[in-house]
């Protein structure tokens, strides 16, 4: 028989003339990503300046250190001297979100392209929730109530560093609101392709792999939503390949990640324990909704168990953290997965039941279309209407450090500057820029948020080169993380403490300055009179005084260090970071240096108060000494003799003319020099080499199967009836 032949191409409908209803979605989701990015100050995005607030006020150190020295050395992975006396740079953390900051760079300026990419993951939201929605199999209409539904999570103001809304995203948390986006992308994905019986294909392999490159968080919850799709037709295949795939391509990250995961810092997170967390006032209404879209998805079969999997496993595995008293991982981060879906299911069952009483009233196409444009239109006004603080929080992100200015009332009713908070800010870094390179110990104080955040010098090496700040984010990626709170708790009236568990001894610069000679620290930067007047009063010199900023002048040590005595090796029952704080308390004897290997002739303790030590043979000096971010050199008379090296210790460290590094407390290394000229380079290992092999495999395959699959094509348009179209036998 002879079907009738479709229109060609040419002589379709055009979109312009198609029904209006055909609209209603992609203005409704388009009007819903306007709204979020409308809230996040739109006009304070597009200026030219360095946003600040929360964490996000030192994470514009890290995308601009990716530009400007990791990506010319032709890295992704590697080490910066701005932080901790040195840490891994995106080992720890997510590099795709940098990665576009980095390339939109190329043609805006980077505050400009910062802070568009912060806000990126909330305005694709409603977009990636509708995807996800068709992936089920709902309908188009109620599609796009779930789609606005679920974006309008992001305007949730009852926490502010879970991740996935806006409050998280200004306090940093942008990496988490990009991984969330993609990777409800990637798990639809799966289903349309388990749906279509298609098996395995690269796009949810490639989509996972970009979600864990944003967040390991949201990765592996992701994954805990895709095992019931194992047990769908195909289910093995698909979802198997998927994560092979995705891992491999990631491994250039993911597998340092692992293989360096003993070396973060254990930060001891309290768990929070009980109901409010998991029914904020907020969501009470719509989680009543959200059990409605479940009852009703399973009544009429739709493949939901991955929802199921997200509306329980989060809040059990909350309740369980807090029973098991696990404190590596904040019990509240598994929740935001939770509320999301909450929002979506709710708009499901909004969705279906307007669609219903839409049908209802036999008013065809137009009618669905018209209720679910509504109904979408009300999860945008809801989500609008409980916004209090997020206006706020985006204007003093994103009007930058340059615009923290306090103005006062006068009595005429004009308001008039009263103090220009980054006068006083630039002027501290100018002055810490006028003098020579060292490391900056800068006191800890909540009020310095009114510079733009209380982290705000952690950025001196980022307007000042050569003085690079002791403390920074990041701060489980780092081994001398705990003990640079230490060493702050000693110089600051009000410190922060953020590492539970360890034994702060409160304002002492007799301590204080003895332990920041450990790591080599050249100034102090009080910020209150009760430390400026104790800093004094201990005999620092003072080089500058910016108000509040008074910059001291700490004791000289040297960056390299030769022994006075032989390394004791610890071979006690405690592990090597509980006798390294014993030991770093003891700061009488921080000169008989600790380390967790070391040649058979070095003595070994089971007891840190054991401080008789073997001398070392003869002194000697240390010279010519460059310290880079990736290199470190010098020349020593003192060859066979200890060194301590205060740079933070990793594995990646590899010694030229000596033997070593060997990790040494408190969190730095030791070599032995078998020359008189030593160069210290970071370095890939197996690990590094291993990831990267594995993501040049499986970029290699996805290139592969694409090919393939364009050849298919082409073989398919070239059968034998494909020169007539619309002919059937």
Same mark, same amino acid.
């Given at each position: 028989m002879?079907?009738?032949?479709?229109?060609?191409?040419?002589?379709?409908?055009?979109?312009?003339q198609?029904?209006?209803?055909?609209?209603?979605t992609?203005?409704?989701?388009?009007?819903?990503?306007?709204?979020?990015?409308?809230?996040?100050?739109?006009?304070q995005?597009?200026?030219?300046?360095?946003?600040?607030?929360?964490?996000?006020?030192?994470?514009?150190?890290?995308p601009?250190?990716?530009?400007d020295?990791?990506?010319?050395?032709?890295?992704?992975?590697?080490w910066?001297?701005?932080?901790?006396?040195?840490?891994?740079?995106?080992?720890?953390?997510?590099?795709l979100?940098?990665?576009?900051?980095?390339?939109?760079?190329?043609i805006?300026?980077?505050?400009v392209?910062?802070?568009?990419?912060?806000?990126?993951?909330?305005?694709?939201?409603?977009?990636a929730?509708?995807?996800?929605?068709?992936?089920f199999?709902?309908?188009?209409?109620?599609?796009?109530?779930?789609?606005?539904?679920?974006g309008?999570?992001?305007?949730?103001?009852?926490?502010?560093?879970?991740?996935?809304?806006?409050?998280?995203?200004?306090?940093? /948390?942008?990496?988490?609101?990009w991984?969330?986006?993609?990777?409800?992308?990637?798990?639809?994905?799966?289903?349309?392709?388990?749906?279509?019986?298609?098996?395995?294909?690269?796009?949810?392999?490639?989509?996972?792999?970009?979600?864990?490159?944003?967040?390991?968080?949201?990765?592996?919850?992701?994954?805990?939503?895709?095992l019931?799709?194992?047990?769908r037709?195909?289910?093995?295949a698909?979802?198997?390949?998927?994560?092979a795939?995705?891992?491999?391509?990631?491994?250039?990250?993911?597998?340092?990640?692992?293989a360096?995961?003993?070396?973060t810092?254990?930060?001891?997170?309290?768990?929070?324990?009980?109901?409010?967390?998991?029914?904020?006032?907020?969501?009470?209404?719509?989680?009543?909704?959200?059990?409605?879209?479940?009852?009703?998805?399973?009544?009429?079969?739709?493949?939901?168990?991955?929802v199921? +999997?997200?509306?329980?496993?989060?809040?059990?595995?909350?309740?369980?953290?807090? /029973?098991?008293?696990?404190?590596?991982?904040?019990?509240?981060?598994l929740?935001?997965?939770?509320?999301?879906?909450?929002?979506?299911?709710?708009?499901?069952?909004?969705?279906?039941?307007?669609?219903?009483?839409?049908?209802?009233?036999?008013?065809?196409?137009?009618?669905?279309?018209?209720?679910?444009?509504?109904?979408?239109?009300?999860f945008?006004?809801?989500?609008?209407?409980?916004?209090?603080?997020?206006?706020?929080?985006?204007?003093?992100?994103?009007?930058?450090?340059?615009?923290?200015?306090?103005?006062?009332?006068?009595?005429?009713?004009?308001?008039?500057?009263?103090?220009?908070?980054?006068a006083?800010?630039?002027?501290?870094?100018?002055?810490?820029?006028?003098?020579?390179?060292?490391?900056?110990?800068?006191e800890?104080?909540?009020?310095?948020?009114?510079y733009?955040?209380p982290?705000?010098?952690?950025?001196?090496?980022?307007?000042?080169?050569g003085?690079?700040?002791?403390?920074?984010?990041?701060?489980?990626?780092?081994?001398?993380?705990?003990?640079?709170?230490?060493?702050?708790?000693?110089?600051?009236?009000? %410190?922060?403490?953020?590492?539970?568990?360890?034994?702060y001894?409160?304002?002492?610069?007799e301590?204080?300055?003895?332990?920041?000679?450990v790591?080599?620290v050249?100034?102090?930067?009080?910020?209150t009179e009760?430390?400026?007047? +104790?800093?004094?009063?201990?005999g620092?010199?003072?080089?500058?005084?910016?108000?509040?900023?008074?910059?001291?002048?700490?004791?000289?040590?040297?960056?390299v260090?030769?022994?006075?005595?032989?390394?004791?090796?610890?071979?006690?029952?405690?592990?090597?970071?509980?006798?390294?704080?014993?030991?770093?308390?003891?700061?009488?004897s921080l000169?008989?240096?600790l380390?967790?290997?070391? %040649?058979?002739?070095?003595?070994?303790?089971?007891?840190?108060?054991?401080?008789?030590?073997?001398?070392?043979?003869?002194?000697?000096?240390?010279s010519?000494?460059?310290i880079?971010d990736?290199?470190?050199e010098f020349?020593?008379?003192?060859v066979?003799? %200890?060194?301590?090296?205060?740079?933070?210790?990793?594995?990646?460290?590899?010694a030229?003319?000596?033997?070593?590094?060997?990790?040494?407390?408190?969190?730095?290394?030791?070599?032995?020099?078998?020359?008189?000229?030593?160069?210290?380079?970071?370095?890939?290992t197996?690990?590094?080499?291993?990831?990267?092999?594995m993501?040049a495999?499986?970029?290699?395959?996805?290139?592969?199967?694409?090919v393939?699959?364009?050849?298919?094509?082409?073989?398919?348009?070239?059968?034998? /009836?494909?020169?007539?179209?619309?002919?059937?036998?």
């Open positions: 002879i079907a009738e032949a479709p229109l060609p191409p040419s002589a379709s409908t055009p979109f312009t198609q029904p209006w209803w055909k609209w209603v992609p203005v409704v989701l388009v009007l819903a990503g306007a709204v979020a990015f409308g809230f996040m100050r739109p006009d995005i597009l200026i030219a300046n360095t946003p600040t607030g929360g964490d996000m006020g030192a994470h514009v150190l890290l601009a250190y990716l530009r020295e990791l990506l010319p050395s032709g890295r992704i992975l590697g910066s001297m701005d932080w901790y006396a040195g840490f891994p740079v995106y080992y720890f953390y997510f590099p979100p940098a990665l576009v900051i980095v390339l939109l760079d190329l805006m300026p980077y505050g392209a910062f802070k568009l990419v912060t806000v990126a993951g909330l305005v694709a939201l409603p977009f929730s509708y995807y996800l929605s068709r992936s199999g709902f309908s188009k209409p109620i599609s796009l109530v779930a789609g606005t539904a679920g309008s999570y992001i305007f949730m103001e009852s926490f502010s560093i879970l991740g996935g809304n806006t409050l998280s995203t200004l306090a940093g /948390e942008y990496s988490f609101s991984s969330l986006a993609l990777s409800l992308v990637y798990l639809g994905m799966l289903l349309r392709n388990l749906r279509a019986d298609r098996g395995f294909s690269a796009g949810p392999g490639v989509l996972l792999a970009l979600t864990a490159l944003c967040h390991i968080i949201t990765t592996l919850l992701i994954l805990v939503a895709t019931p799709l194992l047990f037709r195909k289910g093995v698909t979802v198997v390949g998927s994560w795939l995705g891992f491999g391509i990631a491994a250039f990250w993911a597998v340092p990640l692992l360096r995961l003993a070396l810092t254990d930060m001891g997170w309290q768990p929070v324990r009980g109901l409010q967390s998991v029914f904020p006032r907020e969501l009470i209404p719509l989680a009543v909704l959200a059990a409605a879209g479940v009852i009703w998805a399973l009544a009429r079969r739709y493949p939901i168990a991955p199921l +999997a997200m509306l329980i496993v989060p809040v059990a595995g909350y309740f369980i953290l807090y /029973e098991l008293g696990f404190r590596k991982l904040y019990n509240v981060r929740l935001p997965y939770y509320y999301y879906f909450v929002h979506l299911m709710a708009g499901v069952a909004v969705g279906a039941a307007v669609v219903a009483a839409a049908r209802r009233l036999r008013g065809g196409a137009g009618t669905r279309w018209l209720a679910a444009g509504a109904a979408g239109l009300f945008i006004v809801g989500g609008v209407i409980g916004i209090q603080k997020t206006p706020n929080w985006a204007a003093w992100n994103y009007e930058g450090y340059e615009g923290k200015q306090e103005y006062a009332l006068t009595g005429d009713g004009t308001w008039v500057l009263h103090t220009d908070r980054w006083e800010y630039e002027s501290l870094m100018l002055a810490l820029d006028r003098l020579p390179p060292g490391r900056v110990m800068w800890a104080n909540n009020d310095m948020g009114r733009g955040t982290m705000a010098l952690m950025l001196t090496g980022y307007w000042s080169e003085h690079p700040s002791m403390e920074g984010l990041l701060f489980e990626s780092s081994l001398t993380t705990p003990f640079h709170f230490l060493n702050a708790s000693e110089v600051s009236q009000r %410190p922060s403490n953020p590492v539970s568990g360890l034994r001894r409160g304002l002492n610069f301590r204080g300055v003895t332990h920041l000679g790591y080599g050249r100034y102090y930067v009080s910020y009760t430390a400026q007047l +104790a800093a004094s009063e201990y620092l010199e003072i080089l500058a005084e910016t108000p509040p900023f008074t910059v001291f002048a700490l004791p000289a040590t040297p960056l260090e030769v022994g006075e005595f032989l390394p004791a090796v610890w071979d006690g029952e405690l592990p090597f970071f509980e006798a390294t704080l014993e030991w770093y308390d003891a700061v009488h000169d008989r240096w380390v967790d290997d070391g %040649p058979d002739h070095w003595p070994r303790i089971e007891d840190v108060a054991i401080t008789a030590r073997p001398r070392a043979a003869g002194g000697g000096t240390v010519n000494l460059v880079e990736h290199r470190i020349d020593t008379t003192a066979g003799v %200890p060194h301590l090296v205060k740079v933070s210790y990793f594995p990646n460290w590899e030229e003319g000596a033997d070593g590094p060997y990790r040494a407390a408190p969190s730095l290394m030791v070599v032995v020099p078998t020359a008189e000229h030593v160069v210290i380079s970071f370095s890939d197996w690990a590094e080499t291993a990831g990267k092999s993501t495999v499986a970029l290699l395959g996805v290139a592969f199967i694409a393939r699959r364009r050849v298919s094509r082409r073989a398919d348009s070239s059968g034998p /009836e494909s020169g007539v179209p619309g002919l059937e036998s």
